[in-house]
């Protein structure tokens, strides 16, 4: 089996899974107990508060525990917009953000306050300058992804963090679920960020679990009210084992990253390469720094991307059509739309997501069935 889908999720490392089990197994009282197994689950959960805090050049106290993605976007969004609309109703999110960040500004539309979605350039890029005019005294939250799941754009945070600098009012949320172990922690984690939403399954952690980085003294509305968790703001028993696994898989994958991030990106310059030699390919993906090391999106002219997938996978190879979220309502890439990609070319378009875990002789493998399956679907090109 070759698996190139690792943008949907990864395989969770096995000391991942043996941290898992082991807090599973011998940590299983709850952190709110206050007898001696309590005690014990409250270390650990607050060990791994602390790692994943050192590790992110952050403190203890600016994490917060979610299960996911989904949840820490989907939070922030709406908490903070609840939160701060003494100040203003105004929210921007960029036209290629993920389905947990527009869906939730969507709902906000709806409950009285207004949204406004920066464009992108023809490459992928939030538009610093288009940006900038949506600004309005009213506005209250910016939220824009560091790395783009469907093409691996990697956004201008810093770019943007000084468009805001001078803006207090404004809190700047990034959803960095596609940056660990992709980007360096400072090009998406500026000074300036206020929130950003991460989730365990998408760095070899078990599924489940995320959190969010809150800077100091930002504030939230509340997720859940009950037990008071999670400083009053996530009233859910929390879950200690998930949690524990996802600092260690966060460990294990910023230790590799000078290690890893050359040779993915080099698996990803050879197919790219390799594509690139034919007619009827188009990369939407692009080969440079900008990008993301791990991401390449291309379509082959007239095919939609869902008849490549499978054709794929009847040789054992895994690759997505556009995000894991969007593949099954079989929509063409949001991202390609917004760039101003013709629907019918979108609809070609399928991913490949490299991870550590690959290596150069599926690269050849793939290359191998790609020339197969590009020769068989010569009449409908």
């Known amino acids: 089996m070759i698996y190139f889908d690792n943008s949907a999720t990864t395989i969770p490392y096995a000391e991942v899974l043996r941290t898992y089990q082991e807090v599973a197994s011998k940590i299983w009282g709850n952190p709110s107990s206050l007898h001696n197994l309590g ?12 790692q994943i805090a050192e590790l992110l050049g952050v403190k203890s106290s600016e994490i917060l525990f979610t299960s996911g993605g989904t949840e820490s976007d989907n939070w922030v969004i709406k908490g903070v917009a609840f939160e701060k609309e003494r100040y203003g109703k105004h929210i921007i999110v960029s036209d290629i953000e993920h389905p947990a960040v527009k869906e939730s500004a969507k709902w906000l539309s709806q409950h009285g306050f207004e949204v406004s979605y920066a464009p992108v350039t023809a490459d992928g890029f939030v538009d610093i300058d288009q940006l900038a005019t949506l600004l309005r005294p009213d506005t209250i939250l910016v939220s824009i992804m560091a790395v783009n799941n469907e093409i691996g754009s990697i956004q201008p945070i810093k770019a943007i963090s000084d468009l805001l600098a001078n803006k207090p009012v404004i809190t700047f949320h990034v959803d960095a679920v596609q940056a660990i172990g992709k980007i360096p922690t400072k090009d998406y984690l500026t000074e300036r960020v206020d929130f950003a939403s991460f989730s365990g399954h998408k760095f070899h952690s078990v599924r489940g679990v995320g959190f969010i980085y809150r800077k100091e003294g930002k504030k939230l509305q509340p997720l859940l009210t009950g037990g008071g968790q999670e400083g009053d703001m996530r009233s859910t028993t929390e879950n200690v084992a998930g949690i ?7 460990r294990l994958v910023m230790s590799k990253e000078n290690e890893a991030l050359p040779r993915i ?9 390799e594509l690139a030699h034919h007619e009827d390919i188009v990369i939407f993906s692009g080969k440079a720094e900008a990008f993301a090391p791990n991401i390449l999106t291309f379509g082959i002219k007239g095919v939609r991307g869902e008849v490549i997938v499978h054709a794929f996978e009847e040789h054992d190879i895994y690759i997505s059509t556009t995000s894991a979220c969007s593949s099954k309502a079989g929509k063409p890439a949001g991202t390609l739309i917004a ?5 019918k070319l979108a609809q070609s378009a399928v991913r490949l997501s490299l991870d550590d875990d690959n290596d150069m002789s599926q690269v050849e493998q793939f290359l191998t069935i790609f020339k197969q399956v590009y020769e068989k679907t010569k009449k409908v090109r």
């Open 244 to 250: 524990a696994a996802t600092a260690k898989a966060l």
């Open 265 to 273: 990106a080099k698996m990803k310059e050879v197919i790219y390469d």
């Open 339 to 343: 760039m101003g990609v013709p629907t």
């Open 39 to 50: 005690s014990k689950a409250t270390r650990i959960l607050e060990a791994s508060r602390k």
